[in-house]
């Protein structure tokens, strides 16, 4: 399953490419390695973010996927939600509406997991804002935090075994079904990477 790109016309302006794709994706994994504040990666992150688009929101869905297989979330032993935000995104606030962009973030990135393609121009363009990709990180952010809770190890544990892209670290509880976890995702990548390209 690959998320692709969508953006509401971007005459004269740059598109986001697999390099800013990867940077996007390591620099968040990154600053939760590092504990770095929400606001302060919201910051390094929003030069990435190209006008009228959803990029890079569309990493973050995957990389939040890729934390709830990481953990061996699935239909016979799920992840709960229920306090997510609460319990793994305690510093950021939401009102109104903004909880329910966070919500359908939170949902989006499970539905990548399972396997669908979210249509997400449809939904982000009746938000008229600017601001799908953050929330794609908040989900992303809670997404990690909880697989490394129930993984019972840091995050920064979890974000360094996300972001090897080779099957170099045996997870300690399942060595083999984590590695079979590390070929898929970066077969996947690949894919993201070249539907990324093409779409250009």
Known sequence: MTVLVYRRGMPGRKRPTAEDAMTAHRALLDGLARDADIAELLSELAPLHPRNDTFPGEVFLRLAADALEWCGASRA??????????????????????????????????????????????????????????????????????????????????CQDLDEPLATRRHSADSGAFMSFRARRAAARRSFVMRLLDSR
């Open 77 to 158: 032993e799920p992840l709960p939600l229920e306090r997510l935000r609460e319990r793994f995104l305690p510093e950021a606030t939401f009102r109104g509406r903004q909880n329910a962009k966070l919500q359908y973030a939170v949902l989006t990135a499970a539905a990548v997991h399972g396997g669908t393609e979210p249509d997400l121009l449809d939904e982000v363009a009746s938000w008229q804002t600017e601001d799908f990709w953050q929330y794609a990180m908040y989900a992303a952010v809670a997404y990690i935090r909880a697989a490394a809770s129930r993984a019972g190890v840091p995050a920064r544990q979890a």
